[in-house]
């Protein structure tokens, strides 16, 4: 069964304009959630992670994202996207043993 | 600090052939980790080491993959003999406590 959900494959958006990237896990258990970024020809990047404390967690570019347990998901965020910003996201969980799982990823594409 | 590596970054290849991947994780970390992304799909899991034994091996496809990682440090990765469905990127990850460093993945196309 899939683990983690990016509904959207592709997201265009004009510089400056507010964005959000969906992502939606499925567990019955505790879950850590990560949103990793691989900007073009570069391997993947932790971007933030929620383990505990606070729900709402921040990047230091500006990007934020909540844990919501009720909904089982973890949205990423930015008020003000910039071009630098264009890239592929990946949400993902990790469970017990270590094991991450990964979404399908989501390409941002900033439009100047 | 160095970080994870990997060789070569892209592979074509012949149906019937046999390719091994390297993977080069940051100095220290004991967690060592291959996955494969398929043309628009989901980063999927291939296995864990910890140190120089499989913790989890599930998520390979068939036998024709094989991964060794001898003394606890670098890693490979041999398909044989290759497939088409086989093509993708594959990356490598390692850790120490829980956080993923991944490598820049070998592209590998299989024709």
């Known amino acids: 069964a899939q683990s983690v959900t990016q509904l959207d494959s592709q997201v265009p958006v004009f510089e400056e304009a507010p964005v959000e990237l969906r992502c939606n896990y499925s567990?019955?258990?505790?879950?850590?959630l990560f949103w990793y970024v691989q900007y073009p020809n570069q391997g993947l990047q932790l971007l933030l992670k929620?383990?505990?404390?606070?729900?709402l967690v921040e990047s230091i570019n500006g990007f934020e994202a909540e844990f919501n347990k009720s909904q089982t998901s973890f949205h990423l965020r930015k008020p003000s996207v910039h071009i630098s910003d264009t890239a592929e996201y990946f949400c993902?969980?990790?469970?017990?043993?270590?094991?991450?799982?990964f979404g399908t990823g989501t390409s941002l594409t900033v439009i100047p | 600090e160095a970080g994870v590596t990997q060789f070569p970054s892209h592979s074509v290849i012949e149906k019937g052939q046999t390719v091994t991947l390297r993977c080069d994780p940051i100095?220290?970390?004991?967690?060592l980790y291959w996955y494969r992304r398929v043309m628009g799909k989901e980063i999927k899991f291939l296995l864990h080491?910890?140190?120089?034994?499989?913790?989890?091996e599930s998520g390979m496809p068939n036998n024709r993959f094989l991964a060794e990682r001898t003394g606890g440090t670098y890693s490979t990765l041999k398909v044989q003999p290759a497939e088409l469905e086989d093509s993708g990127v594959y990356f490598c990850?390692?850790?120490?406590?829980?956080?993923?460093?991944f490598g820049p993945g070998t592209r590998l196309t299989v024709t």
């Open positions: 990850a390692s850790s120490l406590t829980g956080q993923l460093y």
């Open positions: 567990s019955s258990v505790s879950v850590y």
């Open positions: 929620y383990l505990s404390g606070s729900t």
């Open positions: 993902a969980v990790r469970k017990t043993g270590n094991q991450f799982y």
């Open positions: 100095s220290g970390h004991d967690n």
């Open positions: 080491f910890v140190k120089e034994s499989k913790q989890d």
